[in-house]
């Protein structure tokens, strides 16, 4: 029965320290997307050395980039574009919010194509090299890179599961 306990409070930690530390990596993170590598490798240093705080593992024990696979968390940089990519769901999906919704535009394509009707996002022209980097197009650019079966989810929980699995394969294939 010890044990038993002892395992609770382990998974009732973890999941506490998840959550918390999930809400502060991802508090605002969004606006990084693009950003040069240096920005996103800090934050991606506070959540390994987060991560071996939460395994309660010495530093250099392990790789952690394992640890953050035990704990299903995505690195930073995939954590940015699930959360842009939930946002664009949302927008798209329920209209809100406004100012989102109002930025992304479905591209409409001349010629009848399987692609029209596979849901992707106009890209507009941008001319200063910061461009890219606005959430008109880093949207676009992220909701036509997804699948055509994880973009024509129903709901908001299938689509961020399946999402999360993408994401989390496609970041931890190279290893």
Not at 4 to 15: A, I, N, R, S
Not at 36 to 56: C, E, N
Request: glycine fraction near 2%; charged fraction near 15%.
């Amino acid at each position: 029965m010890r044990l038993m306990l002892e395992l609770v409070c382990f998974l009732m930690m973890l999941m506490f320290l998840s959550a918390l530390v999930s809400a502060r990596l991802d508090y605002v993170n969004s606006i990084l997307f693009g950003c040069p590598q240096k920005h996103i490798s800090r934050l991606q240093r506070v959540q390994h050395a987060l991560s071996r705080v939460v395994m309660q593992q010495a530093y250099r024990s392990s790789s952690s980039t394992e640890l953050l696979k035990q704990l299903h968390w995505l690195p930073i940089e995939w954590r940015i574009r699930f959360k842009l990519a939930t946002s664009i769901y949302k927008a798209l999906h329920t209209g809100h919010p406004p100012y989102l919704t109002d930025l992304l535009q479905y591209h409409k394509s001349s010629v009848s194509t399987h692609s029209s009707t596979s849901q992707l996002l106009a890209i507009p022209r941008y001319n200063l090299s910061l461009g890219f980097r606005s959430f008109r197009i880093s949207a676009a650019r992220i909701w036509n890179s997804l699948t055509p079966q994880i973009r024509q989810c129903q709901t908001l929980a299938t689509f961020r599961c399946h999402l999360k699995i993408n994401y989390f394969q496609s970041a931890f294939s190279a290893t």
